[in-house]
């Protein structure tokens, strides 16, 4: 019996992983003022509020 993986598992692995670094690349902190959203990929913060009912953010 062959110990190798099939291609097609090896290949639907990486599309996993790939959806999932896209998904969960923000992390967002709020408090009843603001939003602070920090990116996992680059570490980037930025600082959202809300006024005349649009959102502004602003690099930290």
Same mark, same amino acid.
């Not at 996992?40 to 953010?57: E, F, L, M």
């Given at each position: 019996? %062959?110990?190798?993986?099939?291609?097609? /598992?090896?290949?639907?692995?990486?599309? &996993?992983?790939?959806?999932?670094?896209?998904?969960?690349?923000?992390?967002?902190?709020? %408090?009843?003022?603001?939003?602070?959203? /920090?990116?996992?990929?680059?570490?980037? &913060?930025?600082?959202?509020?809300?006024?005349?009912?649009?959102?502004?953010?602003?690099?930290?």
């Amino acid at each position: 019996m %062959s110990n190798r993986t099939p291609f097609s /598992i090896v290949v639907a692995g990486i599309i &996993i992983a790939a959806a999932l670094a896209v998904l969960f690349r923000w992390h967002i902190l709020t %408090s009843e003022t603001r939003i602070v959203r /920090i990116d996992r990929w680059t570490g980037n &913060i930025q600082v959202c509020s809300q006024s005349d009912g649009k959102i502004a953010c602003v690099d930290e």
